[in-house]
Antibody, heavy 122, light 110 residues
Framework: EVQLVESGGGLVQPGGSLRLSCGAS????????IDWVRQAPGKGLEWVGR??????????EYAASVKGRFTISRDESKNSLYLQMNSLKTEDTAVYYC?????????????WGQGTLVTVSS | QSVLTQPPSASGTPGQRVTMSCSGS????????VFWYQQLPGTAPKLLIY???QRPSGVPDRFSGSKSGTSASLAISGLRSEDEADYYC???????????FGGGTKLTVL
């Protein structure tokens, strides 16, 4: 069974850093494009960024709102993906989900983790 | 302010058919596939419709999607209490070089 599990969320002060993890089971993460999507409390969904698969050199892309502050990386040996978040702002407060991209071009997010809450506050 | 525009709320009674809209532009819906997600309270979103009108395995045929020009719609027939959820549309946006979402429609089953 395909399963994604996020971890690493918590309370951090503005300007601080946090690293989220997305662990996979039931499949090999390196074969898939993996996206991060966030949801601020009581708000809608917002795409954060993605890591393409190994065949596409793990190329990363980011939303304008996080570009230069957030970095996505992978560890093949741990079948995991990470979201390094630096220079955090209060508006980054959200539940962060990782999701696999399916075969169809576009936001075809066919498997999601349960999410991890990041709170940026002093 | 979301790139795709959805009405904030919709409602219906059990057994009814409800529809909800999603409006975009030529850079997103007008030139790319539309996807729909269902988010039950306190859970992660779930893919409901892909490629404008296709259902993933396990999604009941009560759910259907359509697209025309720069707008899309999600229809739910035979409404059930368990359909009460938030529904989001999404599409790739060529101008922004990334996926964009609607603000979501909260469906209430009366």
């Amino acid at each position: 069974e395909v399963q994604l599990v996020e971890s690493g969320g918590g309370l951090v002060q503005p300007g601080g850093s946090l690293r989220l993890s997305c662990g996979a089971s039931g499949f090999t993460l390196s074969a898939y494009y993996i996206d991060w999507v966030r949801q601020a409390p009581g708000k809608g969904l917002e795409w954060v960024g993605r890591s393409k698969n190994k065949a596409d050199s793990y190329t990363t892309e980011y939303a304008a709102s996080v570009k230069g502050r957030f970095t996505i990386s992978r560890d093949e040996s741990k079948n995991s993906l990470y979201l390094q978040m630096n220079s955090l702002k209060t508006e980054d407060t959200a539940v962060y989900y990782c999701a696999t991209e399916g075969a169809v071009a576009g936001p075809d997010f066919d498997h999601w983790g349960q999410g991890t809450l990041v709170t940026v506050s002093s | 302010q979301s790139v795709l525009t959805q009405p904030p709320s919709a409602s219906g009674t059990p057994g009814q058919r409800v529809t909800m809209s999603c409006s975009g532009s030529s850079s997103n819906i007008g030139s790319n596939n539309v996807f729909w997600y269902q988010q039950l309270p306190g859970t992660a979103p779930k893919l409901l419709i892909y490629s404008n009108n296709q259902r993933p395995s396990g999604v009941p045929d009560r759910f259907s999607g359509s697209k025309s020009g720069t707008s899309a719609s999600l229809a739910i027939s035979g409404l059930r209490s368990e359909d009460e959820a938030d529904y989001y549309c999404a599409a790739w946006d060529g101008s922004l070089s990334g996926p964009v979402f609607g603000g979501g429609t909260k469906l209430t089953v009366l």
